[in-house]
Every structure is written in structure tokens, then in C-alpha cells.
């Protein structure tokens, strides 16, 4: 009985689990804000998919969205770059505590905490990198995508 019981709970949470993740996997991803200067661009979300493959197939999907959104042009002599942060808990003073401060939100209140979700950048190769906290995932010209970790 006891056995039966356990088992029972651990398929109860197993699909509970599994229904709560694609729930979220497929929810849209919302661009909160979009700023840029001459070399990068900020990109604030409300959030992005879990996993960093996942990641990297929602900027590769919308890529010419988030750019014409930003209207900018990833082509150019120069690496481009774009850091893509979680809206959190939404705008706060600058304060003391390291956070980004937005340009076109009027202050006090027009600074998010820092915390990098994904940083995307254009070499002149042509390659774009994604990266991530200890990890690195390259898209090659030709499309091929290498996964490697980041020294």
C-alpha cells in the first residue's frame, strides 16, 4: 500500500512538473524595453526559456523582430552587442546596489537590478555568439552551431 502510495505522489509530480514547464516554455516572451547606442543594444524581457538552447532558438526565431525593434543594424566593421535583461521586480532608484539605469525612463525610478540573462554578440566573421554564465554557444556563418565553455 505504502509503495503504491509513493508512486502515485511521484507520477502526480512528475506530470505536474512536466505540464508546469511547457506551460511556461511556451509562453511568449514579452520585450518590456529596447535601448541602443552605436555599439550595443539593451534588450529588457519579462523573461526568457529556461534552457540556453532554448534561448538561442527564441533569438534566432525573432532575431529580425528584436533588431527592427531596436532599429538597428547588426551589420558593420565593428562587434555588436546586445544584453538582454529579466524586467524583475521593475524599475528602482539607482541607489547602491550595482544596477542599469535606463536613458528614456524618466529618474529616480529608471534602473533595473543587473542580472544578464543572455549577452548576443556579432563578430565581423559573421558568427554570432551567445553568451552565458560559463557557457558559450557560437552560430557559424554556414548556420552550424558549436556549444563550448567560456574561459
Known amino acids: 500500500m505504502k509503495k503504491t502510495l509513493k ?8 506530470v505536474s512538473a512536466t505540464v508546469a514547464y511547457l506551460r511556461y516554455e511556451h509562453k511568449k516572451v514579452e520585450i518590456i524595453i529596447t535601448e541602443h547606442d552605436r555599439y550595443s543594444g539593451l534588450i529588457i524581457v519579462d523573461r526568457l526559456p529556461w534552457l540556453t538552447s532554448d534561448r538561442v532558438n527564441w533569438w534566432i526565431k525573432n532575431e529580425d523582430i528584436i533588431l527592427n ?3 538597428s543594424n547588426k551589420k558593420g566593421d565593428f562587434v555588436t552587442a546586445y544584453f538582454i535583461y529579466p524586467f524583475g521586480d521593475g524599475y528602482k532608484k539607482e541607489g547602491k546596489y550595482d544596477r542599469i539605469c535606463l536613458e528614456s525612463i524618466p529618474s ?9 540573462l543572455m549577452e548576443v554578440l556579432y563578430r565581423k566573421s559573421g558568427n554570432t ?3 552565458f554564465p560559463g557557457k ?7 548556420g552550424e552551431i558549436i556549444v563550448g565553455n567560456e574561459n
Not at 529616480?108 to 537590478?113: G, I
Request: charged share 20%; hydrophobic share 50%; with cysteine.
Open 129 to 131: 555568439d551567445f553568451i
Open 7 to 14: 508512486l502515485f505522489i511521484l507520477i502526480v509530480l512528475s
Open 69 to 71: 525593434d531596436i532599429n
Open 136 to 142: 558559450i554557444i557560437t552560430r557559424l556563418q554556414n
Open 108 to 116: 529616480p525610478n529608471n534602473c533595473l537590478d543587473k542580472d544578464l
